[in-house]
């Protein structure tokens, strides 16, 4: 049985447990049915061994020699810094073919030991610190990472840079391309950037976005930046990838704090008001206040840390410095206080359920009974003659009425 297999019988247990609904009666089939499909394989790897050791030791055992060749260098080019190892790592894990998907895993597992190891050495605290960067279109974000990068690089850090970008729908690359908006970073040794297409991906976060930081770390870059789309459910998807949001907002672009969402407000550790210089100082200063005095009224996300706004200038560089001295002072309070590290653990949990989610919606559509009767389906909902969901009820009733019968 495959990755997805696996995922699948997780993914029942759960959520069959918490479907009671009459409305939800047909998922609970698709479940069900899932189950039915998955259980003879999974009852026989339990059996063999139990748990993850006895998933992966049989993944390492089907690796051909040219597999287990291509791992171990890019796994020995990884964890030495080799920045080519890091690239074709996260190429991997990016790519839809269900062979590649599997060494991926294999490949990961190895790195999360690894990471793991250093850790345990480090008194159990995580070596690198993940801060998630978002804002409008038009507040700087580029300029302002570029900026904060050669910073950090200058004092020693290894920085990688992970930019979400909106994809093509001619070739599905992405359309803005940051190591062309970043161009001094890119050229720095000591710094990555990995543009990454959101393909369609709901949220603007891509799906492997947390495998991309785990190999950056791995790799032996402290600080992870993962710039999203713009402003929306990027953010909520981004929050629980990093241990800090940062929120940047341009000045003088109209009402602000009508024109973005209070939800995502509440999410920012930290609100940074950008392009504070020249004429846009004055307009920047009286967001600078605004945000201020709005944070006071929001409810806190933690009792350890008070979110809080600073003014920056990515051109003269003004505030960037101050901005940081924030940002080490926020790590260090959750790092004290153990909140990063519980942080981090509900995360690892989100994570897992994201991909189970994905795995079981690509599993019905891929069922042939779904895929028989989807496009007379989708027609009749298109012109009118049934509703979407009744459609919705059709496809389930098909799914686990041949799920059944073939188990």
């Known amino acids: 049985m495959g990755p997805t297999g696996f995922a ?102 190895r790195v999360l030991s690894y990471r793991k190891e250093q850790e345990q050495r480090n008194q159990g605290k995580p070596l690198a610190f993940r801060v998630g960067l978002s804002g409008p279109p038009g507040a700087g974000k580029s300029s302002f990472i570029e900026v904060l990068g050669k910073m950090l690089t200058g004092q020693g850090h290894k920085v990688s840079v992970l930019a979400v970008d909106p994809s093509s729908c001619t070739t599905g690359g992405s359309l803005m391309g940051d190591k062309t908006r970043m161009t001094e970073l890119s050229r720095d040794m000591n710094a990555f950037i990995r543009p990454s297409p959101t393909s369609g991906t709901l949220g603007g976060v891509t799906r492997t976005t947390n495998e991309a930081i785990v190999l950056c770390e791995g790799a032996g870059y402290d600080i992870v930046l993962v710039e999203t789309v713009g402003v929306g459910q990027s953010e909520f998807a981004v929050a629980d990838m990093v241990d800090m949001f940062v929120l940047l907002i341009p000045p003088a672009g109209g009402d602000e704090l009508q024109g973005i969402k209070r939800g995502i407000i509440e999410m920012a550790d930290l609100v940074v ?18 945000y201020t005095s709005a944070l006071k009224l929001l409810r806190k996300k933690s009792m350890t840390w008070k979110p809080k706004v600073v003014r920056v200038s990515s051109q003269t560089g003004e505030g960037i410095p101050e901005l940081w001295a924030k940002m080490e002072s926020f790590r260090d309070k959750m790092l004290d206080s153990g909140d990063l590290q519980r942080h981090r653990r509900a995360q690892h949990k989100v994570w897992m359920w994201s991909l189970i989610q994905e795995s079981v919606l690509q599993h019905f559509q891929n069922h042939p009974a779904v895929r028989g009767e989807l496009p007379h389906l989708e027609d009749r909902v298109t012109r009118g003659d049934i509703s979407p969901g009744l459609a919705a009820d059709l496809l389930l009733k098909a799914f686990s009425s041949s799920s059944s019968s073939s188990s």
């Open 8 to 109: 699948l019988l997780r993914h029942v247990s759960y959520q069959y447990k918490h479907l009671s609904s009459p409305s939800t009666n047909k998922t609970r089939c698709l479940l069900l049915a899932c189950c039915h499909r998955s259980g003879h394989s999974w009852q026989h790897r339990r059996s063999a061994g139990g748990g993850v050791e006895a998933a992966l030791s049989q993944h390492i055992q089907d690796l051909s020699a040219p597999e287990k060749r291509l791992l171990n260098k890019l796994y020995e080019g990884l964890i030495s810094g080799q920045r080519a190892s890091l690239a074709e790592s996260i190429t991997l894990v990016e790519t839809q073919h269900p062979r590649k998907k599997e060494l991926s895993q294999v490949l990961l597992q």
């Open 273 to 290: 008001v950008t392009k504070s210089d020249g004429d846009l100082l004055v307009p920047a200063r009286r967001i600078h206040a605004e």
